[in-house]
């Protein structure tokens, strides 16, 4: 098992670009999560599925859309790139929300 | 609001000590509360989960405890070494999240270990 995979692994963006990044897991959970971690601020949650079809907003949404078309399949996007999303941004899931597996992570810079 | 405290910020200690982590939440209504390990530029990985009910739970030289009422959990690492130097990160689901399953997280504490 690959567990959680994050695509891709570094990205720089200019403002005002737009970029998809993609999380999959192949341990047929139910509720994936896509946090934030910055200095000083620690992990903080961006939006959340609780299933196929299912989305929600967390501690941190605006700037970011998510789709969950596929139950292993989570997409986080970032229409219009501000420098205030330059983060490292982690994908997680859980089996019906319990201990939470967690991806290598995603490095964004936006100059 | 919960929030979850993790003193000290930092902590470095010599190989072969044993020792402990601290981690605070302001709201006891919790569904239970999980430890992770972040080493530098990499992901979280799940070391010990401890649910609501539980008092502590224990893999290999780690030892979490759990005392609801006070809003404390300690995480300790018997016999420390080198390899487990990392930042140590608690994070606690609360009991009315529904079954969303939603974490709030401490800051970490960053630990060294010199041989």
């Known amino acids: 098992n690959a567990g959680v995979t994050q695509t891709p692994k570094f990205r720089v963006l200019k403002t005002g670009q737009s970029m998809t990044l993609l999380c999959a897991q192949d341990?047929?959970?139910?509720?994936m999560y896509w946090y934030r971690q910055d200095p000083g601020m620690g992990l903080r949650l961006i939006h959340y599925?609780?299933?196929?079809?299912?989305?929600a907003k967390g501690e941190v949404p605006d700037g970011y859309n998510v789709s969950r078309l596929k139950k292993q399949n989570f997409l986080l996007g970032l229409e219009s790139a501000a420098p205030s999303q330059t983060s490292v941004y982690f994908c997680?899931?859980?089996?019906?929300?319990?201990?939470?597996?967690f991806g290598p992570g995603t490095r964004l810079t936006v100059t | 609001k919960q929030e979850v405290t993790q003193i000290p910020a930092a902590l470095s200690v010599p190989e072969g000590e044993n020792l402990v982590l601290n981690c605070s939440f302001t709201?006891?209504?919790?569904?239970?509360l999980q430890w992770f390990r972040q080493d530098p530029g990499k992901g979280l990985t799940s070391l010990l989960l401890?649910?609501?009910?539980?008092r502590e739970q224990t893999s290999g030289r780690l030892n979490a405890s759990l005392d609801k009422s006070s809003g404390r959990s300690t995480l300790y690492i018997a016999a420390s070494q080198p390899g487990d130097s990392a930042t140590y990160l608690c994070?606690?689901?609360?009991?009315?999240?529904?079954?969303?399953?939603?974490?709030?997280f401490g800051q970490g504490t960053t630990l060294q270990v010199k041989p």
């Open positions: 997680a899931s859980s089996y019906l929300g319990n201990e939470q597996y």
């Open positions: 341990m047929n959970h139910e509720y």
């Open positions: 599925s609780v299933g196929e079809g299912t989305t």
């Open positions: 709201d006891s209504a919790i569904y239970n």
């Open positions: 401890i649910q609501s009910s539980q």
């Open positions: 994070a606690v689901r609360l009991s009315g999240s529904g079954n969303t399953g939603k974490l709030i």
